[in-house]
């Protein structure tokens, strides 16, 4: 009966194409619509969550080491859980989100953490626990005291983004990695801080100057490509690949002939040269850790009639240069992304493509946008459309506590910037007024 409808029947290629197009079109079709069912989910269930911002005034005396930090980082911030699919695509709830961040306002440096209200209990619990002596407080959100940016307006502004140069494996240079200097009971003269050069940075900014950075964390969830077995897998398993990825060039296989009529064993004899040796200890060491999937964004501004445009490049020039001291010259070393700015002028010549990506850039500092962009930018596009149509991705990449406290932590009296606000050492205990 085929062959009868064929010999009667006059089919061209095009037409089977159409024909064999027209049936497979509702699977990318079902796919698109499950994916923008998601979003609209998710978008729906972030709009109700509502958002805390708290100050955190350092004390006087601040002598522990980062590891305090890395406890709260653990304690207040790592809500490991499962998501099933009813929860995950139905009620569209995300795995929950912090920004930690510290801003200089016309020089005066300020630490913040930002908070979904119901945790913040919790975050606020955690550390007293730690910093018995700090005092944390509410505050109004200070990004909204600058207005949207505008070609001709009142403030240059210039953003970017920060991630791992290598990959996550590999750690940047941590506070254990300054040696005993950063040990608790070391006096503060001896102790190299380094996250000293940061502060000190910021509290050199003059009025009328602003620098913003913000460092949003969530529990660790990024998959990676197995090439074992083609899966996903998680930043352990990952980690081991990677470890095994390096050895592959120096691992011989010996086969060993038991009493020259046995079976034949393969035996594996790795002769690791001591260069890879640093890289295989880091990473080692790193994948024991708890880590957290990270994106670091940062804004810097000035007002025009108290800065002139080159005190303001001179300032953007400066802050790609902010994470310096972390870098571990052939491990890793923090790296400048996503920046508000074109190579050559030819790349945007009217203009209007940086005033997007400007404008764009300072929607997401102020609504902390990291692990779930508005659909339309959750793509990377081709080079030709980024000229009518600018767009990224937001950077994600992956951190553990030791790394973050390191990059974030309240420094001790080794830094002295005057316009640092500290408070006196002299409350006793936390508030016994915290919220139950």
């Known amino acids: 009966m085929l062959a009868n409808f064929f010999a009667t029947h006059s089919f061209s290629v095009v037409q089977f194409l159409l024909v064999g197009i027209g049936y497979l079109m509702p699977l990318p079709l079902a796919w698109a619509a499950f994916h923008l069912w998601h979003h609209?989910?998710?978008?729906n269930f972030i709009s109700g969550i509502k958002w805390i911002l708290l100050e955190?005034?350092?004390?006087?005396?601040?002598d522990k080491t980062p590891a305090a930090m890395e406890l709260i980082f653990t304690n207040a911030m790592y809500h490991q859980s499962m998501k099933g699919f009813w929860e995950q695509f139905i009620v569209g709830a995300p795995w929950m989100w912090f920004s930690l961040e510290i801003v200089s306002l016309d020089g005066q440096v300020h630490f913040f953490v930002r908070t979904p209200s119901r945790i913040r209990n919790l975050v606020e619990t955690q550390i007293y626990g730690q910093y018995p002596q700090a005092k944390v407080i509410e505050v109004d959100d200070y990004v909204f005291h600058i207005p949207q940016f505008k070609k001709d307006g009142e403030w240059y502004m210039w953003g970017c983004e920060f991630t791992k140069k290598r990959e996550d494996f590999l750690p940047i240079k941590t506070y254990k990695n300054f040696g005993d200097e950063m040990k608790t009971g070391v006096k503060e003269e001896f102790k190299i801080d380094p996250i000293t050069p940061t502060i000190e940075f910021m509290g050199s900014m003059?009025?009328?100057?602003?620098?913003?950075?913000?460092?949003?964390i969530r529990q660790n969830i990024k998959m990676y490509h197995s090439h074992k077995t083609g899966g996903h897998i998680n930043f352990y398993d990952a980690s081991i690949e990677f470890i095994e990825g390096m050895l592959a060039p120096y691992i011989r296989t010996v086969k060993n002939d038991k009493d020259g009529d046995g079976p034949m064993d393969l035996r594996q004899m790795v002769g690791m040269p001591d260069f890879l040796?640093?890289?295989?200890t880091a990473v080692t060491d790193n994948m024991q850790l708890i880590h957290f999937d990270v994106g670091i964004r940062m804004v810097c501004l000035s007002k025009k009639d108290l800065i002139s445009e080159d005190e303001f490049n001179n300032l953007r020039r400066d802050v790609r240069l902010i994470f310096r001291q972390f870098a571990q010259p052939g491990?890793?070393?923090?790296?400048?992304?996503?920046a508000t700015q074109f190579d050559a002028p030819w790349s945007d010549p009217t203009g209007l493509a940086m005033t997007k990506m400007k404008k764009r850039m300072l929607d997401y500092y102020r609504l902390r946008i990291m692990f779930h962009p508005p659909i339309q930018y959750a793509f990377d596009y081709p080079s030709v459309l980024?000229?009518?149509?600018?767009?990224?991705?937001?950077?994600?990449?992956?951190?553990?506590?030791?790394e973050l406290a390191t990059i974030f932590h309240f420094p001790g009296m080794v830094s002295e910037t005057p316009s640092f606000k500290r408070i006196e050492s002299k409350i006793a205990k936390p508030p016994s007024n915290l919220p139950l």
């Open 386 to 402: 980024n000229i009518f149509f600018p767009a990224y991705r937001p950077n994600i990449f992956v951190m553990s506590t030791q």
């Open 56 to 62: 955190i005034q350092v004390p006087r005396d601040v």
């Open 331 to 338: 491990i890793n070393e923090m790296w400048r992304v996503n």
């Open 206 to 216: 003059k009025k009328g100057q602003q620098l913003w950075m913000q460092i949003i």
């Open 40 to 43: 609209y989910r998710q978008e």
């Open 277 to 280: 040796k640093p890289a295989v």
